[in-house]
């Protein structure tokens, strides 16, 4: 059996931690063992040298120090974690250390040295700095992003983390947030988020929210605002949810923004609906379209058809026009034309074309953008103004003509002092022809009083019969229609006088015009309730159906040639407004062959 204390310095020298001891006042390094010696960077010479001189380096650390009062005191001292430094091969470098300091006692209980056990822990102290530098790093991005981020914690909903940003969103002060839980500090979104928190802890489930629309009480103020953020769960590596991480970004701007791209967007596409505007969009390179339906229609067609079949139903006539203003296009970067196609059903339409070119970085042209409107209605009612222009100059001209030829006849007989009995004839004649002017310009004044909104009425009380009776005198002294007025003679009317005679002698003019071989024309006065209605009725040729629809449009006429009557669409036009300013109505019932019955209401007084 080994000696006691030769087994004991065999256990000390093999401890894989370091062990040494130190003597006496002047510290003599008794015993150090070899993990000690590599700890130190020494060898064994240090053996039986004073502490100071075998580790000189600890002359301005606190061990030699702390030694010394375990050893005048005789308390230990005990550490989880001191930092000492070595000079290994002449550098030196640090090592933590966990290590106690004992005194050492004889058999009376003197001091005579220190024993100190050590363990090396500056790997672990070195991963904790690690951790805590990186946790730095981390805290210090998430301060500096732009973008909010707020850690809670997962347990208690307390808020661990609230940057800058987030806190800017928010539109809370730092010191309001702190030590609170998320719906302490955001109570606004309570209701509505701290479920879907709660279901995100629950199960795992991270939480996207995209452009959430959230009103925010911003530094006392409520706010709409839009926000895309995330409830992300964040592990502890058991695989318990430690915490939520919400990432918040605020979008209001771009909503907006892209709000009001979507209203103007909507707003002309409204727009192009309401003005029924076809729209298209050429690749001139592969010469292929999108269209809209409306242009599609203006086409004749209900669905898209290839651009060559669009080409090829242009009117023969028109062709050259669209390719000139294609030519021109090229040059320009803006196309315009007005052309006629030709529908499928071969109907014919005019269109007309606004576009615009876009070029590539070579300069050619790639895409053309336009729209298409239907303007055939446009072209009638121009070509009607242009015939109507010549209807009212021939209209004028014809009662000047008679005019200009009584006042020669007039001016032969004064010269020539004969025949004076023929004179009142050509009188009244230059008379006829004036009136007959008169009520020509008449009309046309009428009519620009309407276009202009300034047809005024000037009314009073008065019987229908009465009046009927007395404005048709000239229709009956023609002799060549029998006048028959029916229906209630009492009927008496709040309009105005003048205008409705107007509308009255029209009516009974065109009845003697258009029906001039019959013999009768019948004027019917009723009353239904608080309304008058009176009828015009004349045994003509009558109107055909299709023409009825435009009678009492501007300009219009039947026989727009004017071969068989004169005339300038306007009588029934100025009636129908006279008629509708008075809050009636005015129509017709006809049958070709059969005869017509033009009609109108009035209120009545009852
Ligand atoms: P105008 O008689 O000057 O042409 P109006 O506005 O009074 O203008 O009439 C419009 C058209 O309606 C006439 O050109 C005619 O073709 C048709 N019309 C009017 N009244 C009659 C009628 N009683 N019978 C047949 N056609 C009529």
């Known amino acids: 059996m080994e000696p006691i204390e030769s087994i004991f310095r065999d256990i000390v020298e093999g401890s894989p931690y370091p062990i040494y001891m130190v003597t006496g006042n002047d510290m003599i390094v008794r015993v150090a063992n070899s993990a000690t010696l590599k700890a130190w960077g020494k060898d064994s010479s240090v053996i039986g040298k004073p502490f100071i001189e075998a580790l000189p380096e600890m002359h301005d650390q606190p061990y030699v120090n ?42 009376y209980g003197n001091i005579y040295g220190v024993v100190c056990f050590a363990t090396d822990v500056t790997e672990l102290e070195r991963a904790k700095q690690t951790l805590e530098e990186s946790r730095m790093t981390l805290y210090n991005l998430i301060k500096q992003v732009p973008v909010g981020i707020c850690i809670v914690r997962a347990n208690d909903l307390m808020i661990e983390v609230m940057n800058d940003s987030y806190l800017e969103m928010a539109g809370k002060e730092r010191r309001l947030v702190e030590n609170h839980t998320i719906w302490d500090a955001v109570p606004e979104v309570a209701d509505s988020y701290a479920p879907v928190m709660n279901k995100v802890i629950n ?21 709409f605002v839009f926000v895309d953020f995330v409830f992300e769960p ?66 004749g067609h209900s669905k898209p058809v290839p651009w060559k079949n669009l080409i090829d139903s242009f009117h023969p006539e028109d062709r050259d026009i669209r390719t000139r203003a294609h030519e021109e296009a090229y ?4 196309l315009f034309y007005e052309a006629r196609v030709i529908h499928p059903d071969e109907s014919v339409h005019w269109i007309r074309t606004q576009a615009k070119l876009y070029y590539n970085s070579k300069n050619i042209p790639i895409r053309m953008l336009g729209t298409v409107l239907d303007i055939t ?25 008679s005019l200009k030829a009584s006042m020669q ?76 007025l029916t229906g209630d003679t009492n009927i008496e009317i709040y309009a105005d006088c003048e205008k409705i005679d107007q509308v009255i002698v029209n009516m009974v003019n065109n009845a003697a015009k258009y029906a001039p071989d019959s013999d009768k024309i019948i004027i019917n006065i009723t009353a239904n309730g608080k309304t008058a209605k009176i009828s015009v009725q004349d045994f003509g040729d009558g109107i055909p159906s299709e023409k009825i629809p435009h009678l ?4 219009y006429r039947v026989d727009s040639s004017g071969l068989q ?42």
């Not at 996207?208 to 103020?221: P, Q, S, V, W, Y």
Request: charged share 25%; proline share 2%.
């Open 331 to 334: 040059k320009t970067g803006k």
């Open 203 to 223: 199960t795992g489930e991270p939480f996207f929210a995209k452009e959430h629309e959230l009103l925010l009480i911003r530094n006392g103020k409520p706010e």
């Open 66 to 107: 702390l030694i010394k009062k375990v050893f005048n005191t005789g308390e230990s001292y005990h550490t989880n974690n001191d930092r000492v430094d070595f000079i290994i091969d002449g550098k030196i470098e640090t090592f933590y250390f966990k290590f106690t300091y004992q005194p050492m006692r004889d058999a």
């Open 565 to 606: 009557y004169s005339g300038m669409g306007l009588g029934l036009y100025i009636s129908a407004e006279i008629v509708e300013r008075h809050g009636g109505q005015i129509g017709v019932k006809s049958e070709a062959g059969r005869g017509s019955t033009f009609w109108f209401t009035l209120p009545a007084i009852v």
């Open 234 to 299: 964040v592990w502890h590596f058991e695989g318990t949810i430690n915490a939520i991480m919400i990432i918040a970004i605020e979008v209001t701007d771009k909503v907006l923004f892209r709000r009001n791209i979507e209203d103007a967007e909507e707003r002309g596409r409204l727009a192009i609906e309401a003005a029924e505007i076809g729209t298209f969009d050429l690749n001139m390179i592969t010469q292929t379209t999108i269209t809209s339906s409306r242009f599609n229609t203006i086409f």
């Open 377 to 401: 209605e446009f072209k009638r009612l121009q070509q009607q103004k242009d015939d109507f222009i010549s209807v009212a100059s021939h209209e004028l001209k014809t009662p000047m003509t």
């Open 552 to 555: 009492f449009e501007r300009y």
């Open 409 to 484: 006849i007039l001016d032969k007989l004064i010269k020539s002092n004969s025949s004076a009995d023929k004179v009142p004839v050509f009188i009244e004649k230059a008379n006829s022809s004036l009136s007959k002017m008169q009520h020509l310009i008449e009309s046309l004044l009428n009519v620009s009083k309407i276009a202009s909104g300034q047809l005024s009425l000037n009314k009073s009380v008065f019987k229908v019969a009465h009046m009927v009776n007395e404005c048709c005198d000239h229709v009956r002294m023609s002799g060549k229609h029998e006048l028959i």
